[in-house]
Nanobody, 123 residues
Framework: VQLQASGGGLVQAGGSLRLSCAAS????????MGWFRQAPGKEREFVAS????????RYTDSVKGRFAISRDEVKNTVYLQMNSLKPEDTAVYYC?????????????????WGQGTLVTVSS
């Protein structure tokens, strides 16, 4: 399984970006999929996840109401729509796949990882 994250960039505070995570090798519908981020000097943290069925989503409190995770089974891609971006959202964003379907927010439960895409939000 390979995950390819893209869509990062530089945006002003209040702006929007949509991250994409294209999967190859297996269908995204066979995984719980998650987005994590890591800011400089900080640990990797959970941002959002969606279950294998697409029936449930989870968000960390700081992004609720601003970010939305979704997936396209035809394109085998998971998205993270990020609105009302803040400087504190600046980080490298990673997509990840959990084949054990644990519906977890812990990075150690995700077996497959994309390479990361940098999001920089200027004030």
């Amino acid at each position: 399984v390979q995950l390819q994250a893209s869509g990062g960039g530089l945006v002003q505070a209040g702006g929007s970006l949509r991250l994409s995570c294209a999967a190859s090798g297996r269908a995204v519908s066979s995984f719980d999929m998650g987005w994590f981020r890591q800011a400089p000097g900080k640990e990797r943290e959970f941002v959002a996840s969606i279950t294998w069925s697409g029936g449930a989503e989870r968000y960390t409190d700081s992004v609720k109401g601003r970010f939305a995770i979704s997936r396209d089974e035809v394109k085998n891609t998971v998205y993270l729509q990020m609105n009302s971006l803040k400087p504190e959202d600046t980080a490298v964003y990673y997509c990840a796949a959990d084949p054990e379907l644990t519906y977890s927010s812990g990075p150690s439960d995700y077996e497959y990882w994309g390479q990361g895409t940098l999001v920089t939000v200027s004030s």
